[in-house]
Protein backbone atom coordinates (compact mmCIF):
# COMPACT_ATOMS: atom_id res chain seq x y z
CA UNK A 1 0.00 0.00 0.00
CA UNK A 2 2.19 2.08 1.13
CA UNK A 3 4.64 1.97 -2.25
CA UNK A 4 0.97 2.66 -4.36
CA UNK A 5 1.28 5.42 -2.58
CA UNK A 6 4.44 6.31 -2.77
CA UNK A 7 3.74 5.87 -7.23
CA UNK A 8 1.09 7.86 -6.98
CA UNK A 9 3.28 10.33 -5.46
CA UNK A 10 5.93 10.20 -8.07
CA UNK A 11 3.31 10.15 -10.96
CA UNK A 12 1.95 13.20 -9.83
CA UNK A 13 4.59 14.99 -9.68
CA UNK A 14 6.11 13.72 -12.83
CA UNK A 15 2.48 15.26 -14.65
CA UNK A 16 3.04 18.21 -13.08
CA UNK A 17 6.52 18.48 -14.45
CA UNK A 18 5.51 17.27 -17.80
CA UNK A 19 2.64 20.23 -18.13
CA UNK A 20 5.55 22.51 -17.48
CA UNK A 21 7.47 21.46 -20.31
CA UNK A 22 4.60 21.24 -22.67
CA UNK A 23 4.03 25.21 -21.58
CA UNK A 24 7.85 25.98 -21.83
CA UNK A 25 8.15 24.32 -25.31
CA UNK A 26 4.74 26.31 -27.04
CA UNK A 27 6.42 29.86 -25.79
CA UNK A 28 5.86 32.75 -27.79
CA UNK A 29 6.52 36.21 -28.61
CA UNK A 30 3.99 38.52 -28.61
CA UNK A 31 1.28 39.55 -26.27
CA UNK A 32 -2.77 40.30 -25.86
CA UNK A 33 -3.63 43.65 -25.49
CA UNK A 34 -3.34 44.90 -21.48
CA UNK A 35 -0.27 46.71 -20.39
CA UNK A 36 0.11 45.59 -17.29
CA UNK A 37 2.80 43.00 -18.28
CA UNK A 38 4.17 46.24 -19.65
CA UNK A 39 4.32 48.00 -16.27
CA UNK A 40 5.78 44.76 -14.42
CA UNK A 41 8.78 44.67 -17.23
CA UNK A 42 9.18 48.74 -16.63
CA UNK A 43 9.58 47.70 -13.13
CA UNK A 44 12.59 45.03 -13.15
CA UNK A 45 14.50 47.16 -16.05
CA UNK A 46 14.39 49.97 -13.63
CA UNK A 47 15.78 48.04 -11.05
CA UNK A 48 18.82 46.46 -13.26
CA UNK A 49 19.48 49.83 -14.59
CA UNK A 50 19.02 51.53 -11.09
CA UNK A 51 16.61 54.04 -12.58
CA UNK A 52 13.67 54.92 -10.48
CA UNK A 53 11.62 52.23 -9.42
CA UNK A 54 8.16 54.32 -10.40
CA UNK A 55 9.33 55.57 -13.78
CA UNK A 56 6.67 53.98 -15.87
CA UNK A 57 6.59 56.71 -18.79
CA UNK A 58 2.57 57.29 -17.98
CA UNK A 59 1.57 60.77 -17.41
CA UNK A 60 -0.58 60.74 -13.66
CA UNK A 61 -3.30 62.46 -15.37
CA UNK A 62 -6.04 60.61 -17.51
CA UNK A 63 -7.40 57.04 -17.25
CA UNK A 64 -6.67 55.51 -14.17
CA UNK A 65 -4.48 52.26 -15.03
CA UNK A 66 -3.49 50.91 -11.77
CA UNK A 67 -0.69 51.86 -8.94
CA UNK A 68 2.27 53.82 -10.44
CA UNK A 69 3.93 51.18 -8.40
CA UNK A 70 3.35 47.78 -8.60
CA UNK A 71 4.19 45.53 -5.52
CA UNK A 72 8.19 44.60 -5.88
CA UNK A 73 8.34 41.08 -5.69
CA UNK A 74 7.42 39.91 -9.60
CA UNK A 75 9.71 42.72 -10.88
CA UNK A 76 12.51 41.50 -8.34
CA UNK A 77 12.01 37.73 -10.34
CA UNK A 78 11.88 39.17 -13.39
CA UNK A 79 14.79 41.14 -12.90
CA UNK A 80 17.93 38.35 -13.45
CA UNK A 81 16.00 37.31 -16.53
CA UNK A 82 16.00 40.71 -17.98
CA UNK A 83 19.81 41.47 -17.02
CA UNK A 84 20.55 38.58 -19.51
CA UNK A 85 17.95 38.42 -21.41
CA UNK A 86 16.29 42.41 -22.05
CA UNK A 87 12.67 42.41 -22.99
CA UNK A 88 12.21 39.05 -24.38
CA UNK A 89 8.99 38.27 -23.98
CA UNK A 90 9.09 34.29 -24.43
CA UNK A 91 12.53 34.37 -22.03
CA UNK A 92 10.05 36.60 -19.18
CA UNK A 93 7.25 34.05 -19.40
CA UNK A 94 9.61 31.73 -18.29
CA UNK A 95 9.11 33.40 -15.09
CA UNK A 96 5.73 32.72 -14.50
CA UNK A 97 5.84 28.46 -16.01
CA UNK A 98 8.36 27.77 -13.77
CA UNK A 99 6.33 29.82 -10.40
CA UNK A 100 3.20 27.96 -11.72
CA UNK A 101 4.47 24.41 -11.80
CA UNK A 102 6.60 25.20 -8.44
CA UNK A 103 3.11 26.22 -6.99
CA UNK A 104 1.40 23.29 -7.77
CA UNK A 105 4.18 20.82 -6.47
CA UNK A 106 3.53 22.53 -3.65
CA UNK A 107 -0.27 22.20 -3.36
CA UNK A 108 0.24 18.73 -4.46
CA UNK A 109 1.93 18.04 -0.73
CA UNK A 110 -0.84 19.81 0.44
CA UNK A 111 -3.48 17.61 -0.90
CA UNK A 112 -1.13 14.44 -0.60
CA UNK A 113 -3.12 13.40 2.87
CA UNK A 114 -6.67 13.79 1.68
CA UNK A 115 -6.22 12.74 -2.31
CA UNK A 116 -4.78 9.08 -2.35
CA UNK A 117 -3.28 6.66 -5.00
CA UNK A 118 -5.37 7.49 -8.16
CA UNK A 119 -7.14 10.72 -7.36
CA UNK A 120 -3.94 12.56 -6.41
CA UNK A 121 -3.07 11.54 -10.43
CA UNK A 122 -6.53 12.62 -11.55
CA UNK A 123 -5.70 15.98 -9.45
CA UNK A 124 -2.71 16.35 -11.18
CA UNK A 125 -3.85 15.63 -14.77
CA UNK A 126 -6.61 17.76 -14.31
CA UNK A 127 -4.79 21.19 -12.97
CA UNK A 128 -1.71 20.50 -14.37
CA UNK A 129 -3.44 20.48 -18.13
CA UNK A 130 -5.78 22.92 -17.71
CA UNK A 131 -6.49 25.22 -20.32
CA UNK A 132 -7.13 27.99 -18.11
CA UNK A 133 -3.37 27.54 -16.95
CA UNK A 134 -1.78 27.06 -20.40
CA UNK A 135 -3.64 30.16 -21.78
CA UNK A 136 -2.03 31.95 -19.09
CA UNK A 137 1.35 30.83 -19.57
CA UNK A 138 1.02 33.72 -22.98
CA UNK A 139 1.30 36.59 -20.52
CA UNK A 140 4.23 38.42 -18.26
CA UNK A 141 2.08 38.52 -15.14
CA UNK A 142 2.38 37.85 -11.32
CA UNK A 143 -0.62 35.68 -10.61
CA UNK A 144 1.61 32.46 -11.00
CA UNK A 145 3.86 33.79 -8.61
CA UNK A 146 1.52 34.68 -6.74
CA UNK A 147 0.28 31.22 -6.43
CA UNK A 148 4.04 29.84 -5.85
CA UNK A 149 4.21 32.06 -2.14
CA UNK A 150 0.71 31.77 -1.24
CA UNK A 151 1.07 28.01 -1.75
CA UNK A 152 4.71 28.12 0.50
CA UNK A 153 3.20 29.85 2.73
CA UNK A 154 -0.09 27.66 3.64
CA UNK A 155 2.17 24.19 3.05
CA UNK A 156 4.51 26.19 5.95
CA UNK A 157 1.31 26.89 8.10
CA UNK A 158 -0.46 23.07 7.60
CA UNK A 159 3.20 21.24 8.15
CA UNK A 160 4.03 23.28 11.06
CA UNK A 161 0.97 24.92 12.65
CA UNK A 162 0.13 21.62 14.77
CA UNK A 163 3.44 20.59 15.63
CA UNK A 164 4.96 20.67 19.06
CA UNK A 165 8.84 22.52 18.57
CA UNK A 166 11.07 24.16 21.06
CA UNK A 167 10.75 27.55 21.38
CA UNK A 168 13.72 28.30 19.51
CA UNK A 169 12.62 25.97 16.26
CA UNK A 170 9.32 27.48 16.50
CA UNK A 171 10.37 30.98 16.39
CA UNK A 172 12.84 30.35 13.11
CA UNK A 173 9.78 28.77 11.42
CA UNK A 174 8.32 31.37 12.57
CA UNK A 175 10.67 33.61 10.70
CA UNK A 176 10.10 31.37 7.48
CA UNK A 177 6.27 31.43 7.40
CA UNK A 178 6.41 35.57 7.77
CA UNK A 179 9.27 35.66 4.66
CA UNK A 180 6.84 33.88 2.81
CA UNK A 181 3.61 35.51 3.72
CA UNK A 182 5.61 39.25 2.89
CA UNK A 183 6.13 37.33 -0.32
CA UNK A 184 2.70 36.93 -1.27
CA UNK A 185 1.34 40.12 0.13
CA UNK A 186 4.13 41.84 -1.64
CA UNK A 187 3.38 39.74 -4.77
CA UNK A 188 -0.58 40.80 -4.38
CA UNK A 189 -1.74 42.68 -1.78
CA UNK A 190 -4.66 40.30 -1.64
CA UNK A 191 -2.49 38.05 -0.19
CA UNK A 192 -3.50 39.59 3.14
CA UNK A 193 -5.56 36.48 3.46
CA UNK A 194 -3.25 34.57 4.57
CA UNK A 195 -3.43 36.45 8.34
CA UNK A 196 -6.62 34.41 8.92
CA UNK A 197 -5.13 31.18 8.37
CA UNK A 198 -1.67 32.51 10.77
CA UNK A 199 -4.30 33.99 13.09
CA UNK A 200 -5.90 30.30 13.01
CA UNK A 201 -2.39 28.54 14.06
CA UNK A 202 -1.85 31.21 16.90
CA UNK A 203 -5.23 29.82 18.36
CA UNK A 204 -3.86 26.22 18.71
CA UNK A 205 -2.80 25.27 22.09
CA UNK A 206 -0.23 22.62 20.89
CA UNK A 207 1.40 25.08 18.84
CA UNK A 208 4.07 26.99 20.53
CA UNK A 209 3.40 30.88 20.60
CA UNK A 210 7.04 31.46 19.46
CA UNK A 211 5.75 30.74 15.89
CA UNK A 212 2.56 32.83 14.91
CA UNK A 213 4.35 35.53 16.76
CA UNK A 214 7.33 35.74 14.84
CA UNK A 215 5.56 35.10 11.96
CA UNK A 216 3.59 38.07 12.14
CA UNK A 217 6.74 40.41 14.15
CA UNK A 218 8.65 39.00 10.38
CA UNK A 219 5.75 39.68 7.66
CA UNK A 220 5.18 43.26 9.12
CA UNK A 221 8.64 44.35 9.59
CA UNK A 222 9.05 43.05 5.74
CA UNK A 223 5.68 44.65 4.08
CA UNK A 224 6.48 47.94 6.14
CA UNK A 225 9.83 48.28 4.86
CA UNK A 226 8.50 47.72 1.03
CA UNK A 227 5.59 50.41 1.75
CA UNK A 228 8.42 52.63 2.69
CA UNK A 229 10.22 51.91 -0.48
CA UNK A 230 7.91 51.34 -3.06
CA UNK A 231 4.86 54.22 -1.07
CA UNK A 232 2.45 53.70 -4.36
CA UNK A 233 1.97 50.21 -4.37
CA UNK A 234 -1.89 50.49 -2.58
CA UNK A 235 -3.24 53.23 -5.05
CA UNK A 236 -6.73 51.50 -6.78
CA UNK A 237 -8.75 54.14 -7.51
CA UNK A 238 -11.91 52.99 -6.69
CA UNK A 239 -14.49 54.14 -4.34
CA UNK A 240 -16.65 52.21 -1.60
CA UNK A 241 -19.97 53.53 -3.27
CA UNK A 242 -18.30 51.01 -6.56
CA UNK A 243 -19.07 47.58 -4.73
CA UNK A 244 -21.59 45.50 -6.39
CA UNK A 245 -21.83 42.39 -4.14
CA UNK A 246 -23.99 40.59 -5.02
CA UNK A 247 -23.40 41.47 -8.90
CA UNK A 248 -19.31 40.48 -8.20
CA UNK A 249 -20.23 37.10 -6.13
CA UNK A 250 -22.15 35.58 -8.82
CA UNK A 251 -20.14 36.98 -11.35
CA UNK A 252 -17.15 35.28 -9.50
CA UNK A 253 -19.33 31.92 -8.80
CA UNK A 254 -19.25 32.44 -12.81
CA UNK A 255 -15.82 32.38 -13.14
CA UNK A 256 -14.74 29.50 -10.83
CA UNK A 257 -17.03 27.27 -12.54
CA UNK A 258 -15.33 28.33 -15.91
CA UNK A 259 -12.51 26.41 -14.38
CA UNK A 260 -15.01 22.62 -14.26
CA UNK A 261 -14.18 20.88 -17.62
CA UNK A 262 -15.97 21.39 -20.58
CA UNK A 263 -16.66 25.10 -19.50
CA UNK A 264 -15.72 28.29 -20.53
CA UNK A 265 -15.71 32.12 -19.31
CA UNK A 266 -18.58 32.55 -21.64
CA UNK A 267 -20.46 29.47 -21.29
CA UNK A 268 -20.17 30.05 -17.38
CA UNK A 269 -21.61 33.70 -17.92
CA UNK A 270 -24.50 32.47 -20.19
CA UNK A 271 -25.11 30.01 -17.79
CA UNK A 272 -25.48 32.04 -14.67
CA UNK A 273 -27.61 34.25 -17.00
CA UNK A 274 -29.82 31.31 -17.52
CA UNK A 275 -30.52 30.72 -14.58
CA UNK A 276 -31.19 33.97 -13.25
CA UNK A 277 -33.47 34.42 -16.13
CA UNK A 278 -35.21 31.07 -14.62
CA UNK A 279 -35.69 32.70 -11.03
CA UNK A 280 -37.15 35.53 -12.71
CA UNK A 281 -34.51 38.41 -13.00
CA UNK A 282 -32.62 40.09 -15.18
CA UNK A 283 -30.03 38.43 -17.32
CA UNK A 284 -25.96 39.78 -15.80
CA UNK A 285 -25.01 40.62 -19.19
CA UNK A 286 -27.12 42.73 -22.04
CA UNK A 287 -26.64 40.22 -24.35
CA UNK A 288 -26.35 36.71 -22.90
CA UNK A 289 -25.11 33.83 -24.96
CA UNK A 290 -26.94 30.75 -25.45
CA UNK A 291 -27.12 27.99 -22.42
CA UNK A 292 -28.03 24.50 -22.34
CA UNK A 293 -30.09 22.96 -19.19
CA UNK A 294 -27.27 20.55 -19.25
CA UNK A 295 -24.74 23.25 -18.57
CA UNK A 296 -26.64 24.75 -15.82
CA UNK A 297 -27.63 21.30 -14.39
CA UNK A 298 -23.97 20.27 -14.81
CA UNK A 299 -22.70 23.90 -12.96
CA UNK A 300 -24.52 23.30 -10.70
CA UNK A 301 -23.77 19.96 -9.61
CA UNK A 302 -20.20 20.31 -10.27
CA UNK A 303 -20.61 23.50 -7.83
CA UNK A 304 -22.58 21.67 -5.08
CA UNK A 305 -20.16 18.66 -5.13
CA UNK A 306 -17.14 21.18 -4.86
CA UNK A 307 -18.69 22.93 -2.10
CA UNK A 308 -19.38 19.35 -0.58
CA UNK A 309 -15.37 18.45 -0.23
CA UNK A 310 -15.02 22.17 1.31
CA UNK A 311 -16.93 21.13 3.99
CA UNK A 312 -15.66 17.44 4.51
CA UNK A 313 -12.52 18.91 4.69
CA UNK A 314 -13.66 21.08 7.45
CA UNK A 315 -14.64 18.30 9.10
CA UNK A 316 -11.54 16.77 9.08
CA UNK A 317 -10.24 19.62 11.18
CA UNK A 318 -10.41 23.31 9.71
CA UNK A 319 -6.84 24.08 8.21
CA UNK A 320 -5.10 27.11 6.78
CA UNK A 321 -5.94 26.24 3.36
CA UNK A 322 -9.88 26.26 4.53
CA UNK A 323 -9.71 29.35 6.51
CA UNK A 324 -7.59 31.03 3.14
CA UNK A 325 -10.24 30.46 0.91
CA UNK A 326 -12.79 31.36 3.68
CA UNK A 327 -10.77 35.09 3.94
CA UNK A 328 -9.73 35.19 0.07
CA UNK A 329 -13.14 35.24 -1.44
CA UNK A 330 -15.05 37.91 0.48
CA UNK A 331 -11.94 40.19 -0.08
CA UNK A 332 -11.86 39.53 -4.12
CA UNK A 333 -16.34 40.03 -3.75
CA UNK A 334 -15.81 43.05 -1.34
CA UNK A 335 -13.67 44.99 -3.58
CA UNK A 336 -14.73 47.49 -5.91
CA UNK A 337 -12.99 46.48 -9.19
CA UNK A 338 -14.00 43.35 -10.82
CA UNK A 339 -10.74 41.60 -11.89
CA UNK A 340 -11.83 38.87 -13.89
CA UNK A 341 -11.26 35.04 -13.82
CA UNK A 342 -7.32 36.11 -13.09
CA UNK A 343 -8.16 36.83 -9.70
CA UNK A 344 -10.14 33.24 -8.30
CA UNK A 345 -7.15 31.35 -10.68
CA UNK A 346 -5.15 31.05 -7.10
CA UNK A 347 -8.22 28.96 -5.98
CA UNK A 348 -7.94 26.68 -9.18
CA UNK A 349 -6.03 23.84 -7.32
CA UNK A 350 -7.86 23.84 -4.17
CA UNK A 351 -11.25 24.08 -6.08
CA UNK A 352 -9.97 20.71 -8.14
CA UNK A 353 -8.78 19.16 -4.54
CA UNK A 354 -12.20 19.60 -2.89
CA UNK A 355 -14.26 18.67 -6.19
CA UNK A 356 -12.13 15.33 -6.33
CA UNK A 357 -11.85 15.10 -2.87
CA UNK A 358 -15.54 14.64 -2.93
CA UNK A 359 -15.91 12.33 -5.14
CA UNK A 360 -13.03 9.97 -3.07
CA UNK A 361 -15.37 10.10 0.07
CA UNK A 362 -17.58 7.75 -2.07
CA UNK A 363 -15.16 5.04 -2.36
CA UNK A 364 -16.13 4.36 -5.56
CA UNK A 365 -12.89 2.56 -6.27
CA UNK A 366 -13.89 -0.64 -4.17
CA UNK A 367 -16.51 -1.77 -6.81
CA UNK A 368 -15.55 -2.71 -9.99
CA UNK A 369 -18.40 -0.80 -11.42
CA UNK A 370 -17.37 2.34 -9.33
CA UNK A 371 -13.74 2.13 -11.03
CA UNK A 372 -15.48 2.25 -14.59
CA UNK A 373 -17.70 5.36 -13.55
CA UNK A 374 -14.71 6.81 -12.18
CA UNK A 375 -12.10 6.37 -14.95
CA UNK A 376 -14.84 6.93 -17.35
CA UNK A 377 -15.13 10.06 -15.73
CA UNK A 378 -11.48 10.85 -15.54
CA UNK A 379 -11.77 10.29 -19.38
CA UNK A 380 -14.06 13.04 -20.15
CA UNK A 381 -12.66 15.38 -18.03
CA UNK A 382 -9.42 14.90 -19.75
CA UNK A 383 -11.34 14.95 -23.61
CA UNK A 384 -13.09 18.19 -22.24
CA UNK A 385 -9.52 19.63 -21.65
CA UNK A 386 -8.25 18.22 -24.42
CA UNK A 387 -10.68 20.43 -26.60
CA UNK A 388 -10.18 23.41 -24.31
CA UNK A 389 -6.72 23.17 -25.03
CA UNK A 390 -6.93 22.75 -28.61
CA UNK A 391 -9.49 25.77 -29.16
CA UNK A 392 -7.04 28.00 -27.01
CA UNK A 393 -6.16 30.93 -28.65
CA UNK A 394 -4.19 33.71 -27.30
CA UNK A 395 -4.15 37.16 -29.63
CA UNK A 396 -1.24 38.29 -30.42
CA UNK A 397 -1.67 41.97 -30.19
CA UNK A 398 1.57 43.41 -29.61
CA UNK A 399 3.56 40.58 -31.85
CA UNK A 400 1.53 41.12 -35.26
CA UNK A 401 3.09 42.82 -38.33
CA UNK A 402 0.33 46.07 -38.01
CA UNK A 403 1.28 46.81 -34.10
CA UNK A 404 5.54 46.13 -35.11
CA UNK A 405 5.27 48.48 -38.22
CA UNK A 406 3.17 51.52 -35.40
CA UNK A 407 5.81 50.86 -32.85
CA UNK A 408 8.49 51.29 -35.36
CA UNK A 409 7.45 54.23 -36.69
CA UNK A 410 6.53 55.73 -33.16
CA UNK A 411 10.58 54.83 -32.30
CA UNK A 412 11.98 56.06 -34.93
CA UNK A 413 9.99 58.83 -36.49
CA UNK A 414 8.84 60.74 -33.16
CA UNK A 415 10.93 63.18 -31.03
CA UNK A 416 12.26 61.45 -27.90
CA UNK A 417 10.33 64.08 -25.68
CA UNK A 418 7.10 63.17 -27.91
CA UNK A 419 3.53 63.03 -26.05
CA UNK A 420 1.30 60.17 -27.44
CA UNK A 421 -2.12 59.13 -26.57
CA UNK A 422 -2.44 55.49 -26.68
CA UNK A 423 -4.99 53.38 -24.62
CA UNK A 424 -2.19 51.06 -23.41
CA UNK A 425 0.68 54.20 -22.39
CA UNK A 426 2.81 51.55 -20.30
CA UNK A 427 3.37 49.47 -23.04
CA UNK A 428 4.36 52.32 -25.55
CA UNK A 429 6.90 53.38 -23.57
CA UNK A 430 8.04 49.60 -22.44
CA UNK A 431 8.62 49.53 -26.88
CA UNK A 432 9.16 52.92 -27.52
CA UNK A 433 10.19 54.49 -24.54
CA UNK A 434 7.60 57.30 -25.67
CA UNK A 435 5.52 58.75 -22.67
CA UNK A 436 2.27 57.70 -22.81
CA UNK A 437 -1.19 59.20 -22.04
CA UNK A 438 -4.25 57.84 -22.42
CA UNK A 439 -7.45 59.91 -21.83
CA UNK A 440 -11.12 59.96 -20.44
CA UNK A 441 -14.02 60.87 -22.63
CA UNK A 442 -14.17 64.58 -21.99
CA UNK A 443 -16.42 67.27 -23.98
CA UNK A 444 -14.14 68.89 -26.81
CA UNK A 445 -13.42 71.97 -25.28
CA UNK A 446 -11.85 70.03 -22.10
CA UNK A 447 -10.19 67.66 -24.22
CA UNK A 448 -8.26 70.11 -25.97
CA UNK A 449 -7.41 71.77 -22.97
CA UNK A 450 -6.53 68.54 -21.11
CA UNK A 451 -3.79 67.73 -24.22
CA UNK A 452 -2.55 71.47 -24.05
CA UNK A 453 -1.84 70.66 -20.35
CA UNK A 454 -0.28 67.38 -20.54
CA UNK A 455 2.07 68.62 -24.09
CA UNK A 456 0.31 65.50 -25.93
CA UNK A 457 1.74 66.03 -29.19
CA UNK A 458 0.85 62.74 -31.05
CA UNK A 459 -2.67 60.81 -30.96
CA UNK A 460 -2.98 56.95 -32.12
CA UNK A 461 -6.35 55.90 -33.65
CA UNK A 462 -6.87 51.99 -33.80
CA UNK A 463 -5.98 48.76 -31.43
CA UNK A 464 -7.36 48.74 -28.26
CA UNK A 465 -9.44 51.74 -29.29
CA UNK A 466 -10.81 55.07 -27.24
CA UNK A 467 -14.13 55.26 -29.54
CA UNK A 468 -14.70 58.24 -28.48
CA UNK A 469 -11.06 59.50 -30.22
CA UNK A 470 -12.04 58.34 -33.53
CA UNK A 471 -15.42 60.72 -33.52
CA UNK A 472 -12.75 63.62 -32.22
CA UNK A 473 -10.41 63.39 -34.66
CA UNK A 474 -13.11 63.59 -38.08
CA UNK A 475 -14.14 66.68 -35.98
CA UNK A 476 -10.79 68.81 -36.22
CA UNK A 477 -9.14 67.67 -39.41
CA UNK A 478 -7.37 71.16 -39.75
CA UNK A 479 -6.18 70.58 -36.27
CA UNK A 480 -5.02 66.56 -36.24
CA UNK A 481 -2.61 65.99 -39.45
CA UNK A 482 -1.82 62.13 -40.06
CA UNK A 483 1.47 61.60 -40.69
CA UNK A 484 1.03 57.42 -40.10
CA UNK A 485 -1.80 55.25 -41.84
CA UNK A 486 -1.87 51.52 -42.55
CA UNK A 487 -4.78 49.19 -41.95
CA UNK A 488 -5.07 48.64 -38.16
CA UNK A 489 -3.25 52.00 -37.00
CA UNK A 490 -3.30 55.79 -37.76
CA UNK A 491 -1.52 58.35 -35.85
CA UNK A 492 -2.11 62.25 -36.27
CA UNK A 493 0.21 64.78 -34.92
CA UNK A 494 -1.56 67.67 -33.36
CA UNK A 495 -1.23 71.21 -34.86
CA UNK A 496 -0.58 73.92 -32.10
CA UNK A 497 -3.87 75.94 -30.91
CA UNK A 498 -4.27 79.22 -32.92
CA UNK A 499 -4.06 82.27 -30.88
Known amino acids: MCSVIL ?130 ASMVLSDQAFMLWTAAALLAL ?164 EVFVCAYMPIVIVFPILQGARFVMPLLPILFAYLIGAVASGRLERHRWGRIVLGTALLAGLLLHGRGLASTSVADEYGNDETTRLLDFIRTSTPADAVIEFAKPRALYLMTGRTGFCPVELPDEKLWDEFEAQGVTHVVLGGPKLAFLEQFAKRFPERLTPVYASKGFTVLSIARRPK
Not at 164 to 177: E, N
Not at 208 to 228: D, G, K, N
Open 7 to 136: SSKRAADVTLVAACVVQLLTIRDGQPWGDDFAQYITHARNLVELRPYGDIGVLPAGAFLGPREYPPVFPLMLAPVYYFFGPSLPALKVVGIVSLMLALLIFRRLFETTLVGGYLVAWALLVGFHPYLYAF
Open 158 to 321: DRWGDTKAPPRTAALRGCIVGMLIALSIETRTIGVALVPALALIALRRRTSWHLPATALATASFLIATTIVLVPEQFQHGARVADMHVVRHAQLYWAYLTSFFPGFTESSAQATLSALRQQAGLAPVFDAPGPSTLTLAVAALALGIVAVAGFFLSVRRGLGPV
